[in-house]
């Protein structure tokens, strides 16, 4: 078996603040992504990575970059946090880049901006 | 772009009966539905899909239904139990190779003693 890690576990941040999330998964998987998830609105992908140094812009990546620096690793950059933004960011991986195969999600990073 | 309804919210039934979570999709391109778990406090996995050469698959007391004339699909939970309870996200991937999923809003599922 393997594990996602991201960290933080939790993030406070101020208006217009960089913040930095991180994810390390240990399945050597190819494919990573990182989804917000916001309360009632299920979750919505914001960037995915193919292999290493490739970045896919999803839905919601206005605001957001991404960077995915070795195989085992995708990390995510919130430009200017935004006042009284709350969400869970969820990282995930799978084995391959086709949306046939079972993405497994790390335990998320809650951000609040206070 | 693609986009995928979930039409319950929420979703409460009694332990020992059968629950049936519905999704609508937009995109007639759509070929994988998978559904994820996510119970409380903890993240995301996943527990069934479906593709679209076929209309039912099941493993074990889950089902899935997939009805691609009506953009359609459904996942019943059979004999349900305590253990059951979580919120319950269907997906649809608009294009086998791109590796995006396209998530419903959740439907949360309570089991009643």
């Known amino acids: 078996g393997g594990i996602i890690t991201q960290t933080p576990k939790f993030l406070i941040g101020q208006e217009g603040q960089k913040l930095t999330l991180k994810c390390q998964q240990n399945?050597?998987?190819?494919?990573m992504y990182w989804y917000r998830q916001d309360s009632g609105k299920g979750l919505r992908l914001i960037y995915y990575?193919?292999?290493?140094?490739?970045?896919q812009k999803g839905d919601l990546s206005e605001g957001y970059d991404a960077s995915r620096e070795k195989k085992s690793s995708f990390s995510l950059t919130v430009t200017s946090a935004q006042k009284n933004e709350m969400a869970v960011f969820l990282c995930a991986s799978s084995i391959g880049g086709t949306g046939g195969d079972e993405q497994y999600f790390g335990p998320g990073t809650r951000l609040t901006v206070l | 772009g693609e986009k995928v309804e979930q039409h319950e919210s929420t979703l409460s039934v009694r332990e020992g009966d059968s629950a049936v979570i519905n999704c609508t999709y937009t995109d007639t391109a759509s070929s994988y539905f998978p559904w994820y778990k996510q119970e409380a406090g903890k993240s995301l996995h996943f527990v069934i899909d479906i593709r679209s050469n076929v209309d039912r698959k099941q493993s074990q007391r889950l089902i899935v239904l997939l009805d691609k004339k009506a953009k359609r699909f459904s996942l019943h939970i059979t004999a349900t139990q305590p253990e059951d309870s979580a919120i319950y996200f269907c997906a649809a991937s608009m294009d086998y190779n791109q590796g995006k999923l396209i998530f419903g809003q959740g439907t949360k599922l309570s089991i009643k003693p």
């Open positions: 990575s193919i292999t290493e140094n490739d970045l």
């Open positions: 399945f050597n998987h190819d494919t």
